[in-house]
């Protein structure tokens, strides 16, 4: 497995304009990321390593460090001049900068589909191995179980490598049955980089649809002005 930090181009990659001037604060990190980037230790483990809070943290840090983003507090209702809200992460919300071009929201996406990647079918395979030996189910013949096994790996295929192997490996201490899926996507949809990558893909398509209308807006004007 790569290393998050080893996927996470330099600040200078973004260009984006620097959100200070926009808010006091905006660039503020949470004690959490703070720590997180500080830990050169935790930031060369790979990324199942690593816990998928600390995970989080990293890209937050990133997404802020590298100009993409803006951070404004968790609480009161949301500030749309800041920017695309895309997530929130240690109490603080975090929003696409209004000047970040389609370009730079493209580059942030790619950052957090890498960070969020997904396990192959052994890893995933093998997660669900450990929870069915440690939790008790109703009676299946083998044709259940591979259907069974199949709907789940198609499932968790969706969601980032550490948050699948984590989300079952905490599962036997909170109930000895079998999850339900509904039971097991709860608890992976909070993952702060599963809110970041469909913000981000929400905020590049609605860029890039303003950035197409006002191109075609200039050019109608241009030939009404003919």
């Not at 926009?22 to 990321?33: E, F, T």
């Not at 209004?98 to 990647?117: G, M, N």
């Not at 709860?186 to 609605?206: C, D, I, P, Y």
Request: proline share 7%; glycine share 6%; aromatic share 6%.
């Amino acid at each position: 497995m790569k290393l998050i930090s080893t996927l996470l181009p330099s600040s200078s990659s973004i260009t984006v304009a620097a959100p200070g001037a926009l808010m006091p604060g905006s660039s503020r990190l949470s004690p959490i990321v703070q720590a997180a980037r500080s830990n050169d230790d935790l930031r060369q483990l790979p990324v199942l390593a690593r816990k998928p809070q600390d995970n989080d943290a990293l890209l937050a840090g990133w997404l802020v460090q590298s100009g993409t983003c803006l951070t404004a507090p968790g609480e009161g209702p949301l500030l749309f001049n800041l920017g695309y809200y895309i997530g929130s992460f240690d109490g603080l919300r975090y929003h696409v900068v209004p000047a970040a071009t389609p370009a730079d929201i493209k580059k942030a996406l790619d950052v957090t589909e890498r960070a969020a990647a997904p396990g192959d079918k052994a890893l995933i395979l093998t997660a669900l191995t450990k929870l069915s030996v440690l939790t008790r189910r109703k009676a299946e013949d083998q044709d259940d179980i591979k259907l069974r096994l199949a709907a789940y790996m198609e499932k968790l295929a969706l969601y980032p490598a550490d948050v699948v192997v984590a989300t079952l490996a905490a599962w036997p201490d909170k109930s000895p049955w079998w999850p339900a899926w509904q039971e097991l996507n709860e608890t992976m949809a909070k993952s702060f980089r599963v809110h970041v990558h469909r913000g981000l893909t929400n905020a590049l398509q609605k860029r890039t649809t303003r950035e197409a209308q006002s191109r075609a807006s200039a050019t109608l004007t241009g030939d009404n002005n003919e």
